[in-house]
């Protein structure tokens, strides 16, 4: 507690506050127990981990946003505006191929395997060591990210308002258990739906309230322009410049495909809709809203910066985080208006579960169905059914656990966030690739591929960690550093780490599989017919086995789907 309980919600307007904030997890509460008590009271797997497949394209749209939108972003996004300037809106940019590729390539195919985890098909184009080996990969990188989501919220309440830490840790962790537990993934995506609009409302009232009491638009639009904080397009080429139009727009799109693509939260989504039209129809939509979460984190740093430009109250904070800044911010243009100060905790409340609650879910999906199912196959589905909702329950205690640890990373969140989906994710969608489109690429080839990118990803961000260059150098910071060597390798911008990491999967897997598997070549058919990919039919093939020994073969149980255009020219 900085002393600042003054500015704290609590402190003023007392009661109401805490309302807001006790509605929003009743609230969620609510729809987890109407799922658990309505439909066929996820008795089933289907049902409690796929929606029994029946869901419409704007509440999955709505969940996907929320899954990968969390109260990172909206602390993080403000702080990197007002440190930065704009140049992280570029980032927007990703948003057009990073959501068209998801659409067009990785869906038709997940779709139509009718699989429940993403990593189902990675044993059916390569082995089941592949599977697991992506499985294990993916319950890292979102058991790390759940504990940042889960840590970010209170610790950014608790530096400023002296708001109860761990109990908001506990209390956010426990409602988001018990309703994942109990209403199954239609309660998670309707619970997201109800908190990505908390989550824009709460947003919104700050920055309305921000403008005004910062002297309205043209006033806060002079103080940004004089402050330089309106970046121009960066087209500086520099891989180590940490955030350029390249960084951000073109390292980014690898970013969205390994979230949108290939992460197992999205995949669940998409899976879980009616049909596999409703599912693109569901990416699509994603397009403006997420759009709009980046244009309002954005612009709520820039009338934070209009706020605080001249001075920097640092020294008032007691820590140079950004992070706890936004907060000190918010509180300070919302005291005194009963009400507001408990929307913005909503919101950042709602920000967290809905990202949360989505990992518990993925997770108990992938656990189940990867690493427990293909050994028992004979459970009864009553029996799969309770053990999904224990493994859900048990993520939870866990991500607990992973908040403090996060307690120990330094960086800003919003930094830290970036990096896990680099350096995790991104190897993740490189074995996805070599699957996809290298129709020569073998299981030893995938594994050797992804053991060597996910070793090489750590050690460029555990490199990074130690050199100066990669941290957030402050703008008016123009101290010329240029790395040489080593050092320049480890100065890679984290945002080129999902493409980096991406392409070294890629590229190991690719050697190892000629060196490994010559014959191969003649055996498995190409994804996608690549001169009918342009005549707007495209023919998914399921992928044959690569050569064993005999030639080939075609063990799997799935006959390709030949010559049917998929939709006419
Ligand atoms: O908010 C978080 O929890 C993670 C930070 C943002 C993750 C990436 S950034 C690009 C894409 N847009 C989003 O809203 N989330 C993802
Ligand atoms: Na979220």
Redesign the pocket.
């Known amino acids: 507690d900085l002393g600042l309980s003054t500015l704290g919600p609590f402190s003023q307007t007392g009661v109401v506050d805490y309302v807001i904030f006790a509605v929003l997890l009743a609230a969620s509460m609510a729809i987890g127990l109407y799922y658990a008590l309505s439909g066929g009271r996820q008795r089933t797997t289907q049902e409690f981990l796929m929606a029994d497949r029946s869901m419409h394209c704007l509440p999955v749209s709505l969940s996907l946003?929320a899954s990968?939108?969390?109260?990172?972003?909206?602390i993080?996004?403000p702080g990197e505006i007002y440190t930065h300037g704009t140049q992280y809106w570029f980032?927007g940019c990703?948003?057009i191929l990073?959501l068209l590729i998801p659409a067009h390539v990785f869906i038709p195919v997940l779709y139509r395997l009718r699989v429940s985890s993403a990593y189902q098909y990675l044993e059916l184009r390569f082995s089941k060591a592949v599977r697991i080996c992506g499985t294990l990969t993916f319950i890292c990188q979102m058991v790390i990210?759940m504990g940042?989501?889960v840590y970010t919220p209170a610790f950014a309440l608790n530096a400023v308002t002296g708001f109860e830490l761990w109990g908001t840790v506990l209390a956010t962790g426990l409602v988001c258990t018990l309703y994942t537990t109990m209403g199954g993934l239609k309660a998670v995506i309707w619970t997201d739906v109800f908190q990505t609009v908390v989550m824009f409302a709460g947003q919104l009232a700050v920055i309305m309230v921000g403008v005004q009491r910062t002297g309205g638009v043209s006033e806060v639009w002079r103080k940004v322009w004089e402050g330089n904080r309106i970046s121009g397009l960066d087209l500086n080429p520099d891989p180590t410049e940490r955030h350029t139009f390249w960084t951000l727009g073109v390292g980014?799109i690898f970013?969205?495909l390994s979230?949108y693509g290939v992460n197992q939260a999205q995949v669940q989504r998409y899976l879980s809709s009616r049909t596999e039209k409703e599912a693109v129809r569901s990416c699509y939509m994603v397009f403006p809203s997420?759009q709009l979460?980046?244009a309002l984190s954005c612009v709520m740093g820039l009338v934070m910066f209009a706020r605080y430009c001249g001075e920097d109250p640092s020294d008032k904070l007691g820590t140079s985080s950004r992070d706890a800044m936004v907060i000190y911010f918010v509180m300070d243009m919302l005291q005194g208006l009963p009400g507001l100060p408990g929307l913005f905790v909503a919101c950042l409340f709602s920000?967290a579960l809905s990202?949360i609650s989505s990992a518990f879910n993925s997770l108990a999906t992938v656990t189940m169905e990867d690493l427990i199912k293909p050994y028992f196959p004979a459970m009864s589905e009553s029996r799969a059914t309770l053990l999904s909702k224990a493994l859900a329950a048990s993520y939870g205690l866990l991500c607990l656990a992973m908040a403090y640890l996060t307690h120990l990373m330094g960086d800003s969140v919003?930094q830290v966030?970036?990096k896990i989906?680099g350096m995790v994710g991104g190897p993740i969608l490189g074995l996805f690739s070599l699957g996809m489109f290298f129709p020569w690429a073998n299981s030893t080839g995938a594994v050797a591929g992804l053991g060597t990118g996910l070793a090489v990803a750590f050690w460029v961000g555990i490199g990074s960690i130690f050199t100066r260059s990669s941290g957030a150098r402050p703008l008016q910071d123009n101290s010329v550093f240029r790395p040489t060597g080593l050092k320049r390798f480890y100065s890679l911008s984290y945002m080129w780490y999902s493409a980096f990491n991406c392409f070294t999967v890629i590229l190991i897997g690719l050697i190892i599989s000629f060196l490994t598997g010559r014959q191969v070549l003649m055996c498995a058919y190409p994804l996608y017919n690549p001169q009918l990919l342009f005549t707007n039919s495209l023919n998914v093939y399921f992928l044959f086995r690569p050569y064993e020994r005999r030639g080939c073969n075609t063990r799997n149980n799935l006959s390709p789907v030949r010559e049917t255009p998929l939709f006419s020219a």
């Open positions: 946003i990968f939108q969390s109260a990172v972003a909206i993080g996004v980032i990703s948003y990073g990210y940042v989501c980014g970013l969205m979230l997420l979460a980046l920000a990202t919003l966030a970036l989906f």
